[in-house]
Each structure stands twice: as C-alpha cells, then as structure tokens.
C-alpha cells in the first residue's frame, strides 16, 4: 500500500499567524534554519548563497565566528544584557574602540547618541535634534531617499508624490536648483532646519551621488545655516568601501545616522553621531527602554577591529571591482536587460528595464540557490549587497547563477 503524505505549505505557521505585512517571506518562501559565512540554509537542507546580508546589517557575514566566541564569552561571564542608557563596561569599551579606530584616524569628533536600535530610531533622533538646534521645522530630503518607516523618517522619505522631494534626475543640476529656489525669497521654499540624504540610496534603486554634488550640496548646507544629515544606515559599514561613505568626498555631516552593521552581528544596534556643538540635548529628553543591548555593543566593538588597518577597505573595493565588471559583462551579454550597473564598493545593481523582470530574475535566482532583492521605486533594479567577508569563489559562484537565472528569463521572455 502506498501512503500519500499531504505536501504541506512550508509558510502555513506564517500564513496563518503573522499579519499580512509581512514581506521578504513572500520573495523567500522557505524557513530558514542555519547560516555561516556567506550560506543560509532552510529546513530542508538546501543552501543559499547570500547577496542580501539582511539587507546590510550582516556585513561581516552570518555568525561570523570571531565575533561569536566573544559573545559567547561575554554571555558565560553573565555580563549586562539590557541596560537603557546606564554605563556599563561593555557600552565603554565599545565607544573607545570606535573613537581609536573610526573617529579618531579620520579626524573626526563626534558626540555618540545611543537613539534605540534601529535605522529609523537613529534618523528620528537626527530630525528631532535638527529642528532643536535650529528652531526651524523643514526637512529637505531627496526623491527616492529611504529613511525608515516611523512617522518622522518616513516623512523625509521621497517618493514622487511626496513633500519636500527635490527631485534627483542630474546629481549637479539638483544642487544649482536648491541654491536657487533657498536664494529666492519668493520661490515658497521656507529655510530647512536640515537636509538629509544618502550616498548612495539603497531602497530607491542604488543610485550614487557623485563628490561633487555632495561638496556642493555641503558647501550650500554651511552658506544658508542648513545642518546637514548623511543617513549612513545602509551605505555606511564599508559597504561602499569606506567606512563612512562620505569619505570618498571628504564632506563632514553635522549627524550621521548609523545602523544595520554597527552591532556586528546582526544584533539591532544605531547610533547618531552628532557635531559637539550641536549636543544640546538635555538629559533624558529622548530616550528609549531599548538603548543598551550589550550584546551588540560586544559584537560591534569586535567587528570594529576589520577596520584597524585599510586591509579591508581594500578587499571591499577589490570584489566591488570585480563584481561591477561581471554586471557589465552580464549587461552588454543580454541586451533584452536594456540594463545599466550602478553602485560603489559591494553596494551594487543593476537597472532593468522590462517591467517586473528584476523581480522575475530575482525569484528564479533564489530558485537555484541565490538570495537577493530589488529595489528602486518600480523594484527595476536587482541589488547586490553581499556580506563584506564574503570570498571571491562565492561571489564568481553567486554571479554564475546569476548569469543563469538571466537566461531562464531570457527564454521565457522569447516564449
Ligand atoms: N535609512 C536607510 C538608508 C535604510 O536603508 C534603512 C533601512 N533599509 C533605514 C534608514 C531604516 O532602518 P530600520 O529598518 O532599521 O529602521
């Protein structure tokens, strides 16, 4: 007798409990089991290569085994687990550590804000000191800038329809075009307390500012008084290929907003770094319960140490270079993509323009063992964002079925 075993949804627990919103689920649909390095694996024993790294915050790969036995150290000896924003041993050599290998050698000096421990905590804080510091209420922020999803961030998050949405078509022209509408008295533009931006924008379809539209935009942020918040969460911990990426334009932001990979292990963990002179916070007038998740600050401080020489920074802007060429390659193979490589350092992707074929090549990807996302603001870009320690035998092997996913596509497109 043969017996027939009901194929069951491997979602069905999530279907049936978790809201609807839930998402990456649905571009997913395994339950994920184990990950090392570069690797995830479902509970069914198959493995992933991974081109995600939790949408940034793993940049030092999953359960990267260096930072892993200091956690399990720290948690043999019972040090602090919670601790709002009270001093602890953990907290202290963690701001040291950043201050003698971040800060410092970059001639930085910045006060450490501890806002909670997400991205969007740390621009909310950001946009609350702004208006503080000012007493101005206006936000500039950019057409396909992400900022979060609490009310504040999501404010200053641009989509077409969206406020103060200055709009990004050409990087120098954007610039020309502020100036002149903040010297017009009667161009409607009020003085912004802040403008906010990213480098590189990493939701909104990896489109790169380039240094001179980021000096200018510098230069007329210190001309008008406009304080000036670089939103670093994604684009920030290496992953364009310095450790801030700003520093490629040497513009020095009055915040920075830092998130995803500062807990170093993927432990939530933000910090907004804020000019001295602008600290004029008083005590306890932002705080928070989740302030002090010592295990990330213990993950965090060990992750600082890929950054105590440029050997890593290197090794970033090494694959970086190989990966942009192979996408070059990729586009210049497959003229049905119509695609164009965008990105810095292992921040990458590439436009399509077919309508729903990023996302298409994406699922097929996954289906042969690769794990990555769109974006942009039709989901037209495929974006690359592995973890920074991954090897370069991963990355050819991720690229290759990447190449293949392209060609199933390909066929499918020509019917
Ligand atoms: N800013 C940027 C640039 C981001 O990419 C994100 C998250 N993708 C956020 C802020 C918000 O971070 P979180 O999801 O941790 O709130």
Not at 4 to 28: D, K
Not at 95 to 115: C, H, N, S, T
Not at 264 to 273: F, K, R, W
Not at 355 to 372: D, H, K, P, Q, S
Request: aromatic fraction near 8%; include cysteine; glycine fraction near 12%.
């Amino acid at each position: 007798m043969k017996v027939v075993t009901e194929v069951q949804n491997p979602l069905q627990v999530f279907a049936q409990m978790e809201s609807e919103v839930r998402s990456y689920c649905r571009h997913f649909p395994v339950v994920f089991a184990k990950e090392s390095g570069h690797t995830i694996w479902d509970t069914a024993g198959r493995d992933y290569i991974d081109f995600f790294a939790g949408a940034g915050a793993l940049n030092y790969g999953h359960n990267n085994p260096v930072i892993k036995e200091k956690l399990i150290e720290y948690l043999t000896k019972d040090g602090l687990t919670h601790s709002l924003d009270m001093a602890t041993e953990a907290k202290e050599a963690l701001l040291q550590r950043f201050d003698e290998v971040i800060l410092a050698p970059r001639g930085l000096r910045y006060k450490v804000m501890f806002p909670g421990p997400t991205g969007t905590n740390s621009v909310e804080a950001a946009l609350k000191l702004a208006r503080k510091v000012t007493g101005r209420h206006t936000i500039l922020s950019f057409t396909n800038g992400f900022h979060g999803m609490t009310i504040g961030s999501l404010s200053v998050t641009g989509n077409r329809t969206k406020r103060e949405g200055a709009g990004m078509p050409d990087a120098m022209d954007t610039a020309a075009y502020i100036e002149r509408l903040l010297e017009d008295g009667g161009s409607g533009l009020s003085l912004p307390a802040a403008m906010i931006l990213e480098t590189v924008q990493g939701e909104g379809g990896i489109n790169v500012a380039s240094d001179a539209w980021l000096q200018s935009i510098e230069k007329m942020c210190r001309k008008h008084g406009i304080l000036l918040i670089v939103d670093d969460v994604q684009a920030g911990c290496g992953r364009t290929g310095t450790f801030f990426s700003f520093e490629r334009a040497g513009i020095v932001p009055d915040f920075v907003c830092l998130s995803k990979s500062i807990g170093g292990y993927g432990l939530p963990l933000a910090l907004t770094l804020i000019k001295p002179e602008l600290d004029i916070w008083k005590p306890g007038e932002h705080n928070g319960t989740f302030r002090g998740n010592n295990l990330a600050f213990v993950a965090g401080q060990e992750a600082l140490n890929y950054w105590q020489d440029d050997s890593f920074g290197k090794s970033i802007e090494q694959k970086g270079q190989m990966v942009h060429s192979r996408l070059e390659q990729l586009v210049t193979a497959y003229p049905y993509l119509h695609g164009e490589v965008r990105g810095k350092g292992l921040m990458q992707g590439i436009a399509v323009k077919p309508e729903g074929l990023a996302e298409a090549i994406c699922t097929r990807a996954f289906e042969r063992g690769l794990v990555m996302e769109t974006s942009g603001p039709n989901g037209e870009v495929m974006k690359f964002l592995p973890p920074l320690t991954i090897t370069d035998e991963a990355l050819k092997t991720g690229l290759a079925i990447l190449e293949e996913s392209i060609k199933d596509c390909q066929r499918k497109e020509r019917g």
